[in-house]
């Protein structure tokens, strides 16, 4: 790879790596929001549709951070 291409792939890989501290911020703030919910809300549907969300959010910040840590083997 020529030093232009590792140089645009770096700064791929910085815009995702603040793409994925942005999901994992998200899913921060869906935790929080369930954490702040009563007991009985938390256990219905609202709170389990803020949970689903949350790990849905967290998974894919951590295959994007995966995938992150592969590009950044070819630098």
Wanted: hydrophobic share 40%; glycine share 8%; proline share 1%.
């Amino acid at each position: 790879m020529n030093k232009a291409n590792r140089k645009e792939l770096s700064d791929i890989l910085a815009i995702i790596q603040d793409q994925c501290s942005a999901l994992c911020g998200i899913a921060e703030e869906e935790e929080e929001k369930f954490d702040n919910m009563p007991e009985g809300l938390q256990e219905g549907g609202i709170g389990q549709a803020i949970e689903e969300a949350r790990d849905m959010l967290n998974d894919h910040a951590a295959e994007i951070a995966n995938g992150a840590c592969e590009l950044e083997a070819l630098l």
